[in-house]
């Protein structure tokens, strides 16, 4: 069974980076792993995603430019690089494999990810 846990959020100034890292036991290669967000009062909301190959991401066009992916299948691991961060990208983030469809692709709804990992926490504050 999957299982999947974030790290590396932390309380950071606007304009910084971060780097999350998204950590799997089990078998792990051959599905996409999404990355969502979820503001204080807002819905979650899916940012970016990687195809199980790492050789297809899709990001969302509020963070298009500042965020960027990685895999490295050898580790277990998915990477979310953000850059330029701004006080809205503040939230609980989480990671999910895709559990519904095709597995190896991304694709937009939050239905279609399961074995949500805890989530990791990310201020962007002054």
């Known amino acids: 069974q999957l299982q999947l846990v974030e790290s590396g959020g932390g309380l950071v100034q606007p304009g910084g980076s971060l780097r999350l890292s998204c950590t799997a036991s089990?078998?792990?290669?051959?599905?996409?792993i999404g990355w969502f967000r979820q503001a204080p009062g807002k819905e979650r909301e899916r940012i970016s995603c990687?195809?199980?190959?790492?050789?297809?991401?899709v990001i969302a066009d509020s963070v298009k430019g500042r965020f960027t992916l990685a895999r490295d299948n050898s580790k277990h691991t998915v990477y979310l690089q953000m850059n330029r961060l701004k006080p809205e990208d503040t939230g609980v983030y989480y990671c999910?494999?895709?559990?519904?469809?095709?597995?190896?692709?991304?694709?937009?709804?939050?239905?279609?990810?399961?074995?949500w990992g805890p989530g990791t926490q990310v201020t962007v504050s002054s």
């Open positions: 999910a494999a895709k559990s519904r469809g095709l597995l190896r692709t991304c694709s937009e709804g939050l239905d279609d990810f399961g074995s």
């Open positions: 990687i195809s199980n190959s790492g050789h297809n991401t």
């Open positions: 089990g078998w792990f290669l051959d599905y996409a």
